[in-house]
């Protein structure tokens, strides 16, 4: 209904808008909130340059972690199912229900949010229209994996899309990787006595963040903003997050995430960088890392984070020592 330029950049406040309120309701101190977007700012850039919705993408998997932390299973699941119809990525926010106090009203409230986020639409268009649209999408994002699986495309930035590039077969199939990711995810979550820590239940979180992007053949150069708040969460998360490894790490996010594939490289070294997808090592990287530590490590030993008490309500933030 505006003209172009006044509706994209109303877009694109919208974007920022909810990436902030995401990240401002982190159980950390001003801060460290600070630098989480700081940090995240090449990310962010670089999806809204292409015009599209990841921030919000990622805003949505984050609220709904802390509105679960919050007891308020209503809003958790109608934030994951409402992004979840637009696009795919936020269902992984399912799982944040083994972190829910009222498991019942999370699995009540999520199947009611399912049929009204199915009806609402056809009281527009009718439920014919609407249901060829969902089967339209779904041929649509079969023939889309499809074309992203090649050793050229500039998406299927992924495990797989790696190791497809490395090994130069683009008929190497996604499903073991797949199911080897679900498996190595869920691992942890049979660790019950760990949910007790408010640090295991965030790491889980930059867990997901990271793993929604890292196993999907769409992941391109701006869906990246998603596993990068993952990661730089985590990272910020850390008792000591700028020692020389996370330094490390963040550099490498900054400049082979987010700057690699961008004109702050010549075009021979983006190609190169394009043909190994060399955009999402990093963030593999920092999710292998996320889950040696969610399956081996002690969280109750440690100093528990300031962060959202028992009642739901915030309490003071996260102090990290730099």
Avoid at 66 to 93: N, R, S
Avoid at 156 to 163: F, L, N, Q, R, S
Avoid at 222 to 236: C, K, L, N, R, S
Wanted: hydrophobic letters at 55%.
């Amino acid at each position: 209904m505006l003209p172009e330029v006044v509706g994209f950049f109303f877009w694109e406040v919208f974007n920022a808008a909810a990436f902030l309120l995401a990240v401002h309701l982190l159980p950390f101190n001003n801060r460290i909130k600070t630098a989480i977007l700081l940090l995240c700012v090449v990310e962010f850039a670089n999806s809204v340059h292409y015009m599209q919705f990841n921030p919000v993408i990622a805003a949505l998997i984050i609220l709904s972690f802390i509105m679960v932390k919050k007891e308020k299973d209503h809003w958790a699941t109608l934030l994951t199912i409402f992004g979840a119809f637009m696009k795919v990525y936020p269902i992984a926010g399912l799982a944040f229900f083994v972190f829910s106090k009222h498991k019942g009203k999370f699995i009540g409230w999520g199947l009611f949010w399912i049929v009204v986020c199915l009806c609402l639409p056809a009281l527009i268009s009718g439920p014919g229209f609407l249901l060829q649209s969902y089967r339209d999408w779904f041929d649509a994002l079969s023939a889309k994996n499809l074309l992203n699986e090649s050793l050229t495309s500039g998406q299927d930035w992924c495990v797989m899309g790696v190791v497809r590039r490395l090994t130069q077969n683009a008929a190497l199939p996604n499903w073991p990787f797949l199911l080897g990711g679900a498996v190595v995810f869920g691992l942890p979550l049979l660790r019950f006595e760990q949910y007790r820590s408010l640090k295991f239940q965030l790491q889980v979180m930059c867990s997901v963040l990271l793993m929604v992007v890292i196993f999907s053949t769409g992941s391109e150069h701006p869906t990246f903003i998603i596993a990068t708040a993952g990661a730089v969460i985590y990272i910020m998360m850390q008792p000591r997050p700028f020692t020389s490894f996370n330094i490390v790490f963040l550099i490498l996010l900054i400049v082979i995430t987010g700057l690699g594939p961008s004109d702050a490289f010549p075009h021979f070294m983006r190609d190169w960088m394009q043909s190994l997808a060399m955009k999402a090592w990093p963030c593999i990287a920092i999710w292998c890392k996320i889950t040696y530590e969610l399956l081996f490590k002690d969280f109750n030993t440690e100093q528990e984070p300031l962060g959202i008490d028992s009642t739901g309500e915030d309490t003071p933030g996260l102090t990290v020592a730099v």
